[in-house]
């Protein structure tokens, strides 16, 4: 009986305290504590909130590890964001082959190729 009730407590744990996060696991952006999404780079004092006019997902939905990139040494190199991005990009400005992610929380500049991605529909 304690083994059932353990097993139910996880279910319901893993359904509606992590539903959110299982749901969006993205390097980029997170759910803002306010609703809505954020830069995962959020701290005690501000969210970095993002529109949904910013949001833009991948092309293929069979590919939703779209490489992303950075430059080093001028050229566009595929960074290591294993956290992924499943599908969902927050797109700060593009230009005719390359598209700058939004994300404030360092130095580092991260691209996708324009190709990749599509306007999210709402």
């Given at each position: 009986m304690k083994i059932l009730t353990l097993i139910l407590a996880i279910i319901w744990m893993a359904?509606?305290?992590?539903?959110?996060?299982?749901?969006?696991?993205?390097?980029?952006?997170?759910?803002?504590?306010g609703g809505g999404y954020a830069s995962t780079c959020e701290t005690l004092f501000s969210d970095y909130?993002?529109?949904?006019?910013?949001?833009?997902?991948l092309k293929s939905r069979n590919d939703l590890k779209a490489p992303i990139y950075i430059i080093k040494d001028g050229n566009f190199t595929i960074a290591d964001v294993r956290k992924g991005i499943f599908g969902v990009v927050p797109i700060e400005s593009c230009g005719d082959k390359w598209c700058k992610i939004y994300y404030p929380c360092s130095e580092t500049e991260y691209f996708i190729k324009k190709g990749d991605i599509v306007k999210r529909d709402y």
């Open positions: 359904i509606f305290r992590g539903c959110k996060d299982l749901l969006l696991t993205n390097h980029f952006i997170t759910y803002g504590n909130p993002i529109g949904v006019e910013k949001l833009y997902e």
